[in-house]
């Protein structure tokens, strides 16, 4: 983390987890434990249906809210879709996009992405987008390779102004909901690489003030000592923040003086 320049922000996704009467029932829990995060923003990224609760539900409580996905067209014939102003409206603040779970499961493609960026910066969304290699993609040594190829595909078109809303996860895909958390100088490495990067398009400025997370397995034992690196701004939990006192042991962990 690096206070002085930029938002360190500790986001959970939950997937296809809680109901409404569940989302309501954690903020509750959430509420007595979070206190005021100084340093840190805490986000909950919540399945669609469930974004005019959640806001309702955690507005006393400083979390802000956002969702796991949106589709890149304005309006039309996409069965089960919702586009970027659908939930802007309904109270997103953050959209997930590019996840490898979307990559794999709904062939979502780099174009994909791309369109899907530009769609929810449209529309006044801030993208958390994923990038991340597969273990196969790590041991053949081409890790760097995937993110820049990811990165620069899902900013190609984002101009200077947008790109200040934006923000990236780093997410090997060998440690999403595997246990096998990278190790912090692993997580390092790219999360810095991603902003040298950035750095190159769109200048240091830039760079220095986007907010770049790690996410695999991130959870209470071991954030800390991944939020030391100065290029690790936060994370993006998935599995740990389904439990509300290990989200808010991540986010006091982000939020030390
Ligand atoms: C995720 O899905 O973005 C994630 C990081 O999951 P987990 O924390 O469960 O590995």
């Not at 409206?89 to 791309?114: C, F, I, M, P, Q």
Request: hydrophobic share 40%; proline share 3%.
């Amino acid at each position: 983390m690096n206070r002085r320049y930029r938002k360190t922000i500790i986001a959970g996704n939950w997937k296809m987890n809680k109901t409404i009467s569940e989302t309501k029932a954690y903020a509750e829990a959430v509420k007595p434990m979070l206190g005021k995060p100084k340093w840190c923003e805490a986000v909950i990224l919540v399945p669609p249906v469930n974004l005019q609760a959640a806001v309702r539900a955690f507005k006393d409580v400083k979390i802000s809210v956002g969702t796991e996905n949106c589709h890149y067209e304005v309006s039309g014939a996409y069965t089960g879709e919702c586009s970027a102003d659908m939930v802007k409206e309904a109270g997103a603040k953050y959209v997930v996009l590019g996840h490898s779970e979307r990559r794999a499961y709904y062939n979502e493609t780099d174009v994909d992405v791309n369109k899907k960026m530009h769609a929810a910066l449209r529309s006044g969304l801030r993208p958390i987008l994923c990038v991340g290699e597969s273990l196969e993609e790590r041991e053949l040594g081409v890790t760097m390779e995937k993110i820049s190829y990811q990165l620069k595909s899902a900013l190609s078109g984002i101009t200077a102004e947008q790109i200040r809303r934006v923000v990236v996860a780093y997410e090997p895909i060998w440690a999403i909901g595997t246990g096998k958390t990278a190790t912090p100088a692993q997580a390092a490495e790219v999360c810095g690489a991603i902003r040298t990067l950035v750095r190159k398009t769109y200048g240091a400025r830039v760079a220095r003030s986007m907010s770049i997370l790690y996410g695999g397995s991130m959870n209470a034992n071991n954030a800390a000592e991944l939020l030391a690196n100065e290029d690790i701004d936060g994370g993006l939990i998935g599995g740990a923040s389904l439990d509300p006192e290990t989200f808010v042991a991540i986010v006091n962990a982000s939020n030390q003086d």
